[in-house]
């Protein structure tokens, strides 16, 4: 075996374990933390419900975006605040117009290029835990 596919053996290698390590360590970590992740989601879900009664649609919107530039949320805070947002849309009144435009989740593109003008419409344009945030707008107004 010549010097280079030795070498090309070994890199292969060490991708594949620092693959499985990496993989192994995320699902250790979320065997580690379900129930606080599922005790998170369940307070998520009870707060949006609890702020979105009697209030607007938008309302839940700012809330959810104050929420979100509240420091580094990280993966699970930014699913979190998402639930709250789903939660709150849920039982919140719709104004005329909130959902005009909203695109089908299945048109890609037209769906990342409605999020990042929501955003922009918002005050948070070129935020990318924005546009991940609006989807939960986009999957409310699909529902109804």
């Keep these: 075996m010549s010097r280079g596919a030795r070498i090309a053996l070994f890199v292969g290698l060490g991708l594949v374990l620092l693959v499985v390590g990496t993989c192994g360590g995320v699902y250790a970590w979320f065997q580690l933390n379900a129930d606080r992740l599922a005790e998170q989601g369940k307070a998520a879900m009870h707060d949006g419900a609890h702020f979105g009664g009697g209030q607007e649609a938008p309302v839940c919107v700012s809330e959810a975006l104050r929420r ?6 990280g993966i699970v805070g930014e699913a979190t605040n998402k639930v709250f947002l789903e ?23 037209a769906s990342a290029t409605w999020a990042l003008a ?15 945030l609006v989807g939960a707008i986009q999957e409310s107004c699909l529902e109804r």
Excluded: Y
């Design 68 to 73: 979100l530039t509240q420091g580094d949320l």
């Design 87 to 109: 939660s709150c849309l849920d039982v919140a009144k719709r104004p005329a117009g909130f959902c005009d435009g909203v695109p089908p989740r299945d048109q890609l593109i």
């Design 118 to 132: 929501r955003c922009e419409a918002l005050g948070h344009g070129g935020s990318q835990p924005c546009t991940r």
